[in-house]
């Protein structure tokens, strides 16, 4: 089993992206990624995939705080593609955010287009992943934005850093069950293996020679950056003989507190200290999923190696022992113990006066499907709202002001109240359908409250926001009461962040400031309820000068 030494992992891909660049043109980073299909093997089975670069997972992105980077995508596979960088702001340029038919129409077979973005205001751990049909499946990889020079971390300087990407596999062709699934009108199957940097480990057939492995020296401090591409499964992450110490989530530094698991959701980073301090050993890092509903989840553990230097390779790993896959209670404390770092370089500027009050129900749905062989399929909804995805992108539309493509009209609350976390509703499951955003004016301080309903059954959703931060100012669970929870939540030192999971049968109530002009998709990142529509977009308003309005389209911006 190869060891790979995390510290010369990131200086060879740090040097590797920077190839070309000067110190005259230092703080411009250039990559060029070709997505391409590679044949790939995972337990005992070969199969064809896309992949950026013939890598998976995909080669990460290295920047400094205050970069411009340029990133060239060449489509060389027979699918449509797009593809989103995970929490960047991208601020005034939503040309460069990437979820197809939102703010881009997809690069065609042959087709290029470069992401010019700058990284302003951000330092952390984010990543990037196609943002089209199911193809992060296997398409996403990291991104790591080093602080600026001269600016350390609010916490002890690591000796070496890794990343450590969690993922699913499926040994089928993901495009094709998913389309088999959506012509009968059930879901798509399951994964068949959760992944750590795109190996499931030694628990699975044919896995040991697919194990990522973290050579570690004794009495050091490691910096491990974790991602979850996942797509439906949220994940609880331990190493055995070791405690965590959370120090950042989702690019924002936290208050530090220690663990001996984290939860992570689909779209969520955690960033973590780890002291080498146990007998040296060989331990496992696992990940296993969280599912406190009655929903079916791809149960099975990934595993990985924390490996202590001399010690040989024939050492068995201990491994740790994850919450159960429905430990509500260790998801909800984990949760409550999140708190940005709110010093003052580092402050969390959390809207104290709310211009405009919104309550989103989110809710799963059956309407008919003739040409499905179940006569009905599955939906979701926002407000009963299914969303339709426009054949244009809705960003353009916008922009250059085209009639017919969306509307604005889309409700600040559900079409009627009911006990919303109440016993299963099984009846009246129909949703409305259309291509409905949310227009907002520049600079608006929004509170949003996401409830959870339990139309067919409760569920907990990671809900993303594009193109903002946001403030996780409450949670709670059952039904949201507007009369007494808004005492209870936190304006001082909460969580800021770009996913937040709404508790399954709870609320999430987020504030956060509309002044980035543009149209900015929100859903689900479970990909099961995206596809079945779970998601809707805000159109944030030109401020009223050229510099805080949207910036003009790049010249070689994709048409559908």
Same mark, same amino acid.
């Given at each position: 089993?190869?060891?790979?030494?995390?510290?010369f992992?990131f200086l060879?891909?740090y040097?590797l992206g920077?190839?070309?660049?000067?110190?005259?043109?230092a703080?411009?980073?250039?990559?060029?990624f070709?997505?391409q299909?590679?044949?790939?093997?995972?337990?005992?089975?070969?199969?064809?995939i896309?992949?950026?670069n013939g890598m998976?997972?995909?080669p990460?992105?290295?920047?400094?705080?205050?970069?411009?980077v340029?990133i060239?995508?060449?489509?060389?596979?027979k699918?449509?593609?797009?593809?989103?960088?995970?929490?960047l702001?991208?601020?005034r340029?939503?040309w460069?955010d990437?979820?197809?038919?939102?703010?881009q129409?997809?690069?065609?077979?042959?087709?290029s287009?470069?992401?010019?973005?700058?990284?302003?205001?951000?330092?952390?751990?984010?990543w990037?992943?196609?943002h089209i049909?199911?193809?992060?499946?296997?398409?996403?990889g990291?991104?790591?934005?080093?602080p600026?020079?001269g600016k350390?971390y609010?916490?002890?300087?690591?000796y070496?850093?890794?990343?450590?990407v969690l993922?699913?596999?499926?040994?089928?062709?993901?495009?094709?069950?998913?389309?088999?699934?959506?012509q009968?009108?059930?879901?798509?199957?399951?994964?068949?293996?959760h992944?750590?940097?795109g190996?499931?480990?030694?628990? +699975?057939?044919? !896995?040991?020679?697919?194990?990522? =492995? @973290? /050579?570690?020296? *004794?009495?050091? #401090?490691y910096?491990?950056?974790?991602?979850?591409?996942?797509?439906?499964?949220?994940?609880? +992450?331990?190493i !055995?003989?070791?405690?965590?110490? =959370? @120090? /950042?989530?989702? *690019?924002?530094y #936290?208050?530090?507190?220690?663990?001996?698991?984290?939860l992570?959701g689909?779209?969520?980073?955690t960033?973590?200290?780890?002291?080498?301090d146990s007998?040296?050993?060989r331990y496992f890092?696992?990940?296993?999923p969280?599912?406190?509903?009655?929903?079916s989840?791809?149960n099975?553990?990934?595993t990985?190696?924390?490996?202590?230097?001399g010690?040989p390779?024939?050492?068995i790993?201990?491994?740790?022992k994850l919450?159960?896959?429905?430990?509500?209670?260790?998801?909800?404390d984990?949760?409550?113990?999140?708190?940005?770092?709110?010093?003052?370089?580092?402050?969390?500027?959390?809207?104290?006066k709310v211009?405009?009050r919104?309550?989103?129900?989110?809710g799963?749905?059956?309407?008919?499907?003739?040409?499905?062989?179940n006569g009905?399929n599955l939906a979701?909804s926002i407000?009963n709202i299914t969303?339709?995805?426009p054949?244009?992108?809705?960003?353009?539309?916008?922009?250059?002001?085209?009639?017919?493509?969306f509307?604005?009209?889309?409700?600040?609350?559900?079409?009627?109240?009911?006990n919303?976390t109440g016993?299963p509703?099984t009846?009246?499951?129909g949703?409305s359908?259309g291509?409905r955003l949310s227009?907002?004016k520049?600079?608006t301080?929004?509170?949003?409250?996401l409830?959870?309903?339990?139309?067919?059954?409760?569920?907990?959703?990671?809900?993303h926001?594009?193109?903002?931060?946001?403030?996780?100012?409450?949670?709670g669970v059952?039904?949201?009461?507007?009369?007494?929870?808004?005492?209870?939540?936190?304006?001082?030192?909460p969580?800021e962040?770009?996913?937040?999971g709404?508790p399954t049968?709870?609320?999430?109530?987020?504030?956060?400031?509309?002044d980035?002009?543009g149209?900015?998709f929100?859903h689900?990142h479970?990909?099961v309820?995206?596809?079945w529509?779970?998601?809707?977009?805000?159109?944030?308003?030109n401020?009223?000068t050229?510099?805080?309005?949207?910036l003009?389209?790049?010249?070689?911006?994709?048409?559908?």
């Open positions: 089993m190869k060891i790979l030494n995390p510290g992992l060879f891909f040097l920077f190839l070309g660049d000067s110190p005259v043109d703080a411009v980073k250039k990559y060029q070709d997505v299909m590679k044949n790939v093997s995972r337990l005992c089975n070969a199969k064809p896309v992949t950026v998976f997972p995909g990460t992105v290295y920047a400094r705080e205050g970069d411009r340029i060239n995508v060449t489509n060389h596979v699918y449509n593609l797009s593809i989103h960088w995970h929490g702001k991208q601020y340029n939503g460069a990437g979820p197809a038919y939102i703010t129409c997809p690069m065609q077979t042959g087709q287009y470069v992401y010019d973005f700058n990284v302003t205001g951000q330092r952390g751990t984010l990037w992943h196609a049909l199911w193809l992060r499946a296997t398409v996403y990291a991104i790591v934005i080093l600026q020079p350390p609010p916490f002890p300087q690591p070496q850093e890794t990343n450590i993922g699913e596999w499926w040994n089928g062709d993901v495009e094709t069950a998913v389309n088999q699934a959506n009968l009108g059930a879901p798509p199957p399951m994964s068949d293996a992944t750590i940097n190996k499931p480990g030694p628990l +699975f057939p044919c !896995s040991e020679k697919h194990t990522f =492995v @973290v /050579e570690v020296e *004794a009495g050091k #401090t910096l491990l950056r974790i991602i979850n591409a996942a797509l439906n499964d949220e994940l609880f +992450f331990g !055995s003989g070791h405690d965590m110490t =959370v @120090v /950042e989530i989702d *690019a924002v #936290t208050k530090p507190f220690t663990t001996k698991f984290i992570i689909p779209g969520q980073t960033n973590v200290l780890v002291k080498t007998s040296p050993n890092m696992a990940a296993g969280f599912m406190d509903a009655p929903v989840v791809d099975k553990t990934a990985a190696i924390l490996q202590y230097k010690v390779n024939t050492v790993p201990i491994l740790p919450p159960s896959p429905n430990d509500t209670s260790f998801a909800l984990y949760n409550g113990k999140l708190r940005s770092l709110n010093t003052p370089n580092f402050p969390a500027l959390v809207p104290l211009d405009r919104l309550f989103y129900t989110i799963l749905g059956i309407n008919a499907c003739p040409t499905c062989v009905t979701a407000n969303f339709v995805m054949k244009i992108a809705l960003l353009k539309a916008h922009y250059f002001n085209l009639p017919g493509v509307r604005t009209d889309f409700p600040d609350r559900p079409p009627k109240a009911f919303y016993v509703l009846a009246n499951l949703t359908t291509t227009r907002v520049f600079n301080t929004i509170e949003l409250v409830q959870d309903t339990n139309l067919l059954t409760v569920e907990s959703h990671p809900f926001l594009h193109g903002y931060n946001f403030f996780v100012v409450g949670t059952g039904n949201f009461d507007p009369k007494t929870d808004p005492a209870k939540f936190n304006l001082i030192d969580p962040r770009n996913t937040v709404v049968g709870g609320w999430a109530a987020i504030r956060f400031r509309a980035n002009p149209v900015w929100m689900c479970l990909e309820h995206t596809m529509g779970l998601k809707m977009a805000f159109v944030v308003e401020g009223n050229p510099e805080l309005s949207v003009p389209p790049p010249k070689d911006y994709p048409s559908c």
